[in-house]
């Protein structure tokens, strides 16, 4: 039922592990194994946050904005990963373009091997 590019809606846990508040989250990869969990990262309206060359935005603008489920223009944060259960999710939302899920990763796999 999930797939990588789906924004969805979870209780995005804080950095300090103390429940968080129920937003979008972007799905970047289900991760290995048979426990159903998926690597995650938070979704903003926070445009300001973003950081160049890093996060992804989506505009309003964009080819894939409306099939997102987002209603303002928002932030993939990458910076702010979770690994969670598959059963945490509230719903899906929409879904972002393969190119864009593609990019993201990108993106995040350069990061991760730079250390």
Known sequence: MWAAGTIALVR???TDLVAGKLRPVLLLARTPGRHGDWLICMVSSQLHQA???????VGDNDSDFAASG?????VARLGRLAVVDEGVFAGPLGRVRDERI???RGRLAAWLARG
Not at 51 to 57: K, L, T
Not at 70 to 74: C, G, I, M, R
């Open 12 to 14: 995005f846990p804080q």
């Open 51 to 57: 950081i160049d060359a890093f996060d992804e935005v």
């Open 70 to 74: 987002l209603k303002v223009p928002s």
């Open 102 to 104: 593609a990019a993201v």
